[in-house]
């Protein structure tokens, strides 16, 4: 199988952006553990990150046929994109919703998500062991729906 890790808006600046919230790890440090993981499980693994709404529009666009499974760190365009919801309804592959924060313990803006609406399930303020989780978590279902 073969699944995608999709990362939005300011998340290239991890390890240097407000460490106090979201950690010490760069993106590349993830994408590293994430790599690790995922060929330990035999999983193929596709790894990105854009700062611009409708790049990311076009990479659920493109999982299509291409993984089994996403899982999506959006970044603030989570409580706001209606248009990433709708991307993910359209395509039909199964899509974890990933934050490195608690983002119900944080400012009342961060609460709502328009991805968990369409969002298999929802995994947040673990940090970056959250994209391991999330990974496990994908594979499982992967598993069970065979
Ligand atoms: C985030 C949480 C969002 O509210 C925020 O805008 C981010 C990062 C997280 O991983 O904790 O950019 O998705």
């Known amino acids: 199988a073969s699944i995608l890790i999709l990362n939005g808006p300011n998340l290239n600046l991890l390890g240097t952006r407000q460490p106090e919230v979201y950690g010490h790890e760069t993106l590349a440090d993830i994408e590293a553990m994430c790599r690790a993981h995922s060929a330990a499980h035999g999983l193929a693994l596709g790894f990105a990150q854009s700062n611009h709404e409708g790049?990311?529009?076009?990479?659920?666009?493109?999982?299509?046929?291409?993984?089994?499974?996403?899982?999506?760190?959006a970044g603030a365009y989570t409580h706001t994109s209606i248009a990433l919801m709708d991307a993910i309804s359209s395509v039909q592959v199964p899509t974890i919703e990933l934050h490195l924060s608690n983002i119900h313990a944080r400012e009342p803006f961060r609460h709502h998500s328009y991805i968990a609406r369409v969002a298999l399930g929802v995994i947040c303020g673990f940090g970056a062991h959250g994209y391991v989780l999330a990974i496990d978590a994908l594979r499982g279902h992967l598993e069970r729906r065979g």
């Open 55 to 73: 790049a990311l529009v076009d990479a659920i666009h493109a999982a299509r046929g291409h993984h089994d499974g996403i899982i999506l760190n």
